[in-house]
C-alpha cells in the first residue's frame, strides 16, 4: 500500500478502501435500500475520510460512521441527530464555523479541529468488530503521524473510541503508560512524545454523543462544551 505523504491524500485513499468485506457488503446495502427519509438522495456509500483542517491541533475521535448519517452524506457526524448535538456544541465553543452539518455543500468548516473515527464505514447495529477496528488502524496512526507537528491535544468521545486510540497513539510516537490510562467522562491525561517531531498530547475523555447518551441526560450539551472548551484550551486554540 502507498503511503500518504498528506492529508489529502489521506482522505482519497479511505474513502477507496474496501478492505473488510461485511463493513463494505452493509454501508453499500444501506445505500441502495435507504432511510425513506432520504429515498430521494444519492448516498455516499463508501468508506467516510476525517473531516478538518490539516494544521489541526485539536483531534475528536468517535467510533464510526452511522449508516444514515456519514454513509450517507460522506463527512462524519453529519446528517444524524448525534452529529447535531456534536456540531452545535463546536460552534458554541469556538471550534465549528456553524452549528449545522447538512452535507458536503453546506459551508461548514472547522476551526483547529479535526473529526476522525477509528473505524470508516458503518457498521451493522453500530458496532465494528474487533478485526475491523485493528484492520483501520493503519489509517488512524498515519493520521496521527501527519497531524503531530500541531497536534496538541485529543476529546475521544466514547470508551470504545477510547480503547481504539491508545493502540494507535503507541505506534505513533507517543508514550503510553501501563496500565493504560482508563476512560471516563471529564479524565484528561498527558501523554509525552517518544519520537521527534511530536508534542506532549493531552487527551480528554468525554461520553459519546450517541441518542441513548444524549436523550437520556447521560450528557448534555452543557457537559460536552465544557470539555470541548477545555481541549480547545490544552490545543492553544484560544
Known amino acids: 500500500m502507498k503511503a500518504c505523504r498528506s492529508i489529502d491524500e489521506l482522505d482519497s485513499a479511505v ?8 463493513l463494505v457488503a452493509w454501508r453499500e446495502e444501506a445505500a441502495r435500500t435507504k432511510r425513506a ?12 475520510p476525517s473531516f478538518g483542517p490539516a494544521d489541526a491541533r485539536l483531534l475528536i ?8 448519517g456519514g454513509n450517507r452524506t460522506g463527512r462524519m457526524f453529519t446528517g444524524d441527530r448525534s ?49 475491523e477496528r485493528d484492520r483501520c ?19 475521544v468521545l466514547g470508551g470504545w473510541g477510547w480503547q481504539a486510540l491508545f493502540p494507535a497513539l503507541a505506534e505513533s510516537g507517543w508514550t503510553v503508560p501501563r496500565p493504560r490510562p482508563r476512560f471516563g467522562h471529564g479524565v484528561r491525561y498527558p ?16 461520553y459519546h454523543v450517541s441518542q441513548q ?25 484560544g
Open 61 to 68: 475521535v468517535g467510533l464510526a460512521p452511522a449508516a444514515h
Open 15 to 22: 474513502a477507496d478502501c474496501r478492505a473488510c468485506p461485511r
Open 191 to 206: 501523554l509525552t512524545p517518544a519520537l521527534p517531531g511530536r508534542a506532549e498530547l493531552t487527551v480528554f475523555g468525554c
Open 213 to 237: 447518551n444524549t436523550f437520556t441526560g447521560r450528557l448534555t450539551p452543557e457537559m460536552l462544551e465544557a470539555v470541548l472548551v477545555e481541549a480547545k484550551s490544552a490545543a492553544g486554540l
Open 83 to 131: 452529529g447535531d448535538v456534536l456540531f452545535a456544541a463546536m460552534h458554541r465553543a469556538g471550534l465549528a464555523s456553524q452549528p449545522d452539518s447538512t452535507g458536503l455543500d453546506d459551508g461548514l468548516h472547522l476551526l483547529g479541529t479535526r473529526i476522525t473515527a477509528p473505524v470508516h464505514c458503518a457498521p451493522p447495529d453500530n458496532l465494528p468488530t474487533p478485526d
Open 137 to 155: 488502524r493503519h489509517w488512524l496512526i498515519t493520521e496521527l503521524g501527519l497531524l503531530a507537528p500541531d497536534l496538541r491535544a485529543i476529546v
Open 37 to 48: 427519509a432520504y429515498r430521494d438522495e444519492i448516498y455516499w456509500g463508501r468508506a467516510v
